[in-house]
């Protein structure tokens, strides 16, 4: 694998690599409670228009400094400083970000630099590393430049470390995933991905230009070009000559191939031929398929965005069919989303509305623009007017 392959490679790996680190916490304030026993109250100072915090007795507790406040939660607060949104914990030390937390803690950066905080809002690893990813199965890939001896350049390599922030698995590849099922996928120039156990054994060897975490025991790989599943033994369970793979939903993978699509199984098998012009995974027993294909030529690029669940340009009529392959719902619609509470929004004419799992049309088409159903509420689009309707089509509160 050549130089701007394994660039290409990491580039995309590491959606999956580091997703601990672009997951900003929005709403700190909400749904969670302080894990210790000192509640500090936002409060603006009516004198300077600024922000602090204090004790239910009123008392002063973080300077009034900041522009806005938000309430503590899991010993963070998401406050407004000099025009910056930051997140700062009792202590006031200050973050650019901080992640969701896993297996208890969660990634901090400050001043370009990362490390680990409790659900108290502690710092209790070190603000030091590159980059972090988050603690999955008691480690945590983190990456790190090592200072080599005079006259050698430092080299930033990925390592392991434990919730003490001990060292475990030394600092040595170029790319590094939150391990998944016992194992965890790594990677160095000159080789490429493979995977490696919690004590740093190499299980799988590193020579696939993209490995990711296993799932219910299996691991999408690119070789050569081409897309495939293997298992913990390295046994090959898709056939890895696919140009294009999908995650496996709802027991099937859509698989691309020649500008084709189809679905096969965990065994390997090709369920549903590969015969449409573009699909969707599989959402509530139906996913939304077409016989038109994509415009242009298929290309590695085009490998990446399937792969990585992007909706190829340039394709209409779509309709819905079952895991038999069946067609549910005629491909006769512009454009469609994913089933969800038993709806599905489509598009014919220009505009959206809704239809069941059978294909009758429930919420009449007039919408320009529609999103999927979630607790039973979706948002829809009309004369530029954004707004919630129910099940029934009528236009209910948020």
């Known amino acids: 694998m050549n130089r701007k392959d394994f660039s290409r490679v990491k580039c995309a790996m590491n959606v999956v690599i580091s997703s601990a680190l672009v997951l900003f916490m929005s709403a700190c304030g909400s749904g969670m409670s302080n894990t210790d026993n000192t509640a500090l109250i936002p409060k603006e100072d009516k004198k300077s228009g600024k922000w602090g915090y204090v004790n239910e007795k009123g008392e002063e507790i973080l300077s009034f400094k900041y522009d806005n406040a938000d309430n503590f939660s899991e010993g963070f607060a998401k406050v407004t400083l000099n025009g910056s949104e930051i997140f ?16 208890g803690l969660r990634s901090v950066r400050s001043n370009r630099k990362f490390g680990f905080a409790d659900t108290t809002g502690n710092v209790v690893i070190p603000v030091q590393y590159d980059a972090a990813g988050k603690f999955s199965e008691g480690l945590a890939p983190v990456l790190m430049t090592v200072v080599n001896p005079p006259l050698v350049a430092p080299i930033t390599s990925y390592g392991y470390i434990d919730k003490t922030g ?23 120039k000159g080789k490429g991905y493979g995977f490696i156990d919690k004590t740093g054994k190499e299980i799988i060897p590193l020579k696939y230009e993209a490995a990711f975490p296993f799932s219910d025991g299996l691991s999408k790989v690119w070789l ?7 298992d913990k033994q390295e046994n090959v369970i898709v056939p890895i000559k696919y140009d294009a793979i999908r995650d496996f939903s709802e027991g099937l993978a ?24 573009g699909a969707r995974d599989f959402s509530e027993g139906l996913a939304m398929v077409t016989f038109n294909g994509m415009k242009g030529d298929f290309s590695q690029q ?33 454009e469609g989303k994913d089933f969800s ?27 320009e623009d529609a999103e999927s159903f979630s607790e039973g509420k979706a948002i829809v689009k009309l004369k530029q007017k954004e707004f919630f309707i129910d099940r029934t089509g009528k236009e209910v509160q948020d």
Do not use: H
């Open 302 to 334: 085009y490998s990446y965005m399937i792969s990585m669940g992007v909706v190829l340009p340039g394709i209409q009529g779509f309709g819905y069919i079952d895991k038999t392959g069946k067609e549910i719902i005629p491909m006769k619609y512009e």
């Open 88 to 103: 700062i914990n009792k202590e006031e030390q200050e973050f650019e970000f901080i992640s969701t937390l896993s297996d």
């Open 224 to 230: 050569k070009s081409k897309w495939g599943y293997i």
């Open 254 to 277: 859509m698989v691309f191939l020649n500008k084709k699509c189809g679905y096969v199984d965990k065994a390997g098998k090709e369920v549903i031929p590969i015969k449409y012009g």
């Open 166 to 188: 001990k060292e475990v698995i030394p600092f040595q590849y170029d790319a590094a995933t939150d391990f998944s099922e016992g194992l965890a996928s790594v990677a160095k």
């Open 341 to 367: 509470e038993g709806l599905a929004a489509v598009k014919i004419n220009g505009k959206w509305g809704f239809v069941d799992v059978t294909g009758k049309e429930v919420i009449r088409f007039e919408y």
